[in-house]
């Protein structure tokens, strides 16, 4: 069964407000990490954070991490248009299985101008 | 420059053909992938290859073969190709940690 959900599907929201999406995992992992995919194009590395850390920033981006809930989120503070995108969370168990990142259903995020 | 580049970027092709996509990286990773992405954007890893050598092989039918000349390389072949096979196929390269992607090449089966 999938690793990561994201939460919620899709979200959408005016230039200036923050975004929150949240992302769920089932096994244990060594890190995780969140990918944003514009329209037609690749995915881009956005942040990761290992199962020891609680928190990691990056400019507008925040990630939080609770192992004991297997979850994480994802915060874009002052949004703006440019950040319209979908947004990955993938897992990486680490050991014999490292790399193999498993990939949430993404949270598609919309933002207005 | 680009660092992850996938050929062809569009593939349309009749049922029953064979057909290969190739991958380059230029980031000296020792680690490639493939993924698959479907209509519903679910991204799901095909295979790994670990300085030539297949590491991950998830369940994937026989029909597609990986191809690592070198380790900046990694070429995926489909043979008998069927209509479930449409879909928009990434490749990746890493070294630790973060994955690079490539732009992607969409494959529509007709």
């Known amino acids: 069964s999938q690793q990561g959900e994201e939460d919620p599907q899709a979200l959408s929201i005016q230039e200036g407000e923050n975004a929150t999406m949240n992302c769920s995992y089932k096994t244990s992992i060594n890190n995780l990490q969140w990918y944003r995919q514009n329209s037609g194009r690749g995915l881009v590395h956005l942040i990761l954070?290992?199962?020891?850390?609680r928190e990691k920033h990056s400019g507008r981006l925040r990630v939080t991490l609770d192992t004991s809930k297997k979850s994480s989120s994802l915060l874009i503070t002052a949004s703006r248009a440019a950040d319209t995108a979908s947004y990955f969370c993938?897992?990486?168990?680490?050991?014999?299985?490292?790399?193999?990142?498993?990939f949430g259903k993404g949270t598609k995020l919309s933002v207005k101008p | 420059d680009t660092a992850v580049s996938q050929t062809p970027k569009y593939l349309v092709t009749q049922m029953g053909n064979d057909k290969s996509i190739k991958c380059e990286q230029n980031?000296?990773?020792?680690?490639m992938y493939w993924y698959k992405q479907d209509s519903k954007k679910f991204l799901k890893i095909m295979f790994s290859y670990n300085n030539k050598e297949l590491i991950i092989n998830e369940t994937v039918p026989n029909r597609f073969s990986p191809k690592s000349p070198d380790k900046a390389h990694l070429n995926l072949h489909i043979n008998s190709l069927e209509l479930g096979d449409s879909a928009v196929y990434f490749c990746?390269?890493?070294?630790?940690?973060?994955?690079?992607f490539g732009p992607g090449t969409r494959l529509l089966v007709l």
């Open positions: 990746a390269s890493s070294q630790v940690g973060t994955q690079y």
């Open positions: 993938a897992t990486d168990r680490g050991g014999g299985s490292q790399g193999n990142l498993i």
């Open positions: 980031l000296g990773h020792d680690t």
């Open positions: 954070i290992r199962s020891n850390e």
